[in-house]
């Protein structure tokens, strides 16, 4: 299983940006996916997921109204838009994956794929 997250980079605050995720080597609809961060210093976080073919979302208290999760399982891929930024934002951001997801928040070790990260900066 590899996931190839992308989409990071340097935005001002209040600036949006849209990160991808592309899966390969499972059944991309079977599994819920994720998004967690990593800001310097801290420990990594849980942002935002979905489970399979569901469209129910579960979100961080700290990006509800921001961020949205969203999933093209024909193109295998997650996608985070993430609106408003703000420099608490920054961090790099890893995409998750787990067969068949799970409801509400996932905990690290609950996640049983991790992509490479892709930083995120949000200057004031």
């Given at each position: 299983?590899?996931?190839q997250?992308?989409?990071?980079?340097?935005?001002?605050?209040?600036?949006?940006?849209?990160?991808s995720?592309?899966?390969?080597?499972?059944?991309?609809s079977?599994?819920?996916?994720?998004?967690?961060r990593?800001?310097?210093g801290?420990?990594?976080?849980f942002?935002?997921?979905t489970?399979?073919?569901?469209?129910?979302?579960?979100?961080a208290?700290?990006?509800?109204?921001?961020?949205?999760?969203?999933?093209?399982?024909?193109?295998?891929?997650?996608?985070?838009?993430?609106?408003?930024?703000?420099?608490a934002?920054?961090?790099?951001?890893?995409?998750?994956?787990?067969?068949?997801?799970?409801?509400?928040?996932?905990?690290l070790?609950?996640?049983t794929?991790?992509?490479?990260?892709?930083?995120?900066?949000?200057?004031?």
């Amino acid at each position: 299983v590899q996931l190839q997250a992308f989409g990071g980079g340097s935005v001002q605050a209040g600036d949006s940006l849209r990160l991808s995720c592309v899966a390969s080597g499972l059944t991309f609809s079977n599994y819920g996916m994720g998004w967690f961060r990593q800001a310097p210093g801290n420990e990594r976080e849980f942002v935002t997921a979905t489970r399979y073919g569901d469209t129910k979302i579960y979100a961080a208290d700290s990006v509800k109204g921001r961020f949205t999760i969203s999933r093209d399982d024909a193109k295998s891929t997650v996608y985070l838009q993430m609106n408003s930024l703000k420099p608490a934002d920054t961090a790099v951001y890893y995409c998750a994956a787990r067969l068949w997801g799970l409801s509400g928040t996932w905990l690290l070790t609950q996640v049983t794929n991790w992509g490479k990260g892709t930083q995120v900066t949000v200057s004031s």
